[in-house]
T-cell receptor, first 117, second 113 residues
Framework: DTAVSQTPKYLVTQMGNDKSIKCEQN?????MYWYKQDSKKFLKIMFSYNNKELIINETVPNRFSPKSPDKAHLNLHINSLELGDSAVYFCASSPWTGIENYNSPLHFGNGTRLTVT | GQNIDQPTEMTATEGAIVQINCTYQTSGFNGLFWYQQHAGEAPTFLSY????GLEEKGRFSSFLSRSKGYSYLLLKELQMKDSASYLCAVRSARYGGYQKVTFGIGTKLQVIP
C-alpha cells in the first residue's frame, strides 16, 4: 500500500510554463508538507498544511501556490517556471504532534524531479 | 532561526563503526530525527530523540545532548548498503503549537570494502 504518493515522478518543461504536482496520503495524517531538495541535496521546507489550513510558508516566491482540498491531499502549482526551480520536490505527511504522537516522523513521498529547460 | 551542522562527507570501511555528528541551534526544541536517503530515493526515518541519552535500534544508535545542542548517529557493522546520505533534522515548536521540521545538509557516507 502506498502511504504518500505524488505525481508525476518526472516533469520536464520549459521556462515560463505553469505546472502542477499532486500529492495524496492514505495514512490519516493531519499535517502535510512540501519540501524542495536542490542539486546540493539540501532539503528545505516550503509549505506545511494542517487539516487544510496553511501553517508554514517559508518565504517561497508567489509563483508557488499550494492547495489542500482536503487533509489527504496537498497539491503544488508553479507559475512561470524558472531554471532555478529545477529540483526534486518531496511531499510528506505526519500526524498532528500531540502527546500521543510526539515521536512521529515525517513520511515522504518518492519525490518529483522537476527539470526546467 | 535555526542552524544545523553536520559533515558533508564521510568514508568508512565495511564491518567498521562510524559516528556521524550533528550540532544544532534552535528555539523551541522538540526533538531530533535522523533519516537515511539513498541516491534518487525519498528520505526514510531511522531514529528519534527528544530526551538526553542513547536510543538503540539494531545496528543504528542515536544520541542526544540537549544542553550541548549535539547529536550523533552511530552505525555498527557497516554494510555496503549503508552507503547513503544521513540527514539530521530538528523539530521545533512554533506559534499556535504547530511544529516545524528543519533538515541539515546531510552527510554522504561511502562504505568501502
Amino acid at each position: 500500500d502506498t502511504a504518500v504518493s505524488q505525481t508525476p515522478k518526472y516533469l520536464v518543461t520549459q521556462m515560463g510554463n505553469d505546472k502542477s504536482i499532486k500529492c495524496e496520503q492514505n495514512l490519516g495524517h493531519d499535517t502535510m508538507y512540501w519540501y524542495k531538495q536542490d542539486s546540493k541535496k539540501f532539503l528545505k521546507i516550503m509549505f506545511s498544511y494542517n487539516n487544510k489550513e496553511l501553517i508554514i510558508n517559508e518565504t517561497v516566491p508567489n509563483r508557488f501556490s499550494p492547495k489542500s482540498p482536503d487533509k489527504a491531499h496537498l497539491n503544488l502549482h508553479i507559475n512561470s517556471l524558472e531554471l532555478g526551480d529545477s529540483a526534486v520536490y518531496f511531499c510528506a505527511s505526519s500526524p498532528w504532534t500531540g502527546i500521543e504522537n510526539y515521536n512521529s516522523p515525517l513520511h515522504f513521498g518518492n519525490g518529483t524531479r522537476l527539470t526546467v529547460t | 532561526g535555526q542552524n544545523i551542522d553536520q559533515p558533508t562527507e564521510m568514508t568508512a570501511t565495511e564491518g567498521a563503526i562510524v559516528q556521524i555528528n550533528c550540532t544544532y541551534q534552535t528555539s523551541g526544541f522538540n526533538g531530533l530525527f535522523w533519516y537515511q536517503q539513498h541516491a534518487g530515493e525519498a528520505p526514510t526515518f531511522l531514529s528519534y530523540n527528544v530526551l538526553d541519552g542513547l536510543e538503540e535500534k539494531g545496528r543504528f544508535s542515536s544520541f542526544l545532548s540537549r544542553s550541548k545542542g549535539y547529536s550523533y548517529l552511530l552505525l555498527k557493522e557497516l554494510q555496503m548498503k549503508d552507503s547513503a546520505s544521513y540527514l539530521c533534522a530538528v523539530r521545533s515548536a512554533r506559534y499556535g503549537g504547530y511544529q516545524k521540521v528543519t533538515f541539515g545538509i546531510g552527510t554522504k557516507l561511502q562504505v568501502i570494502p
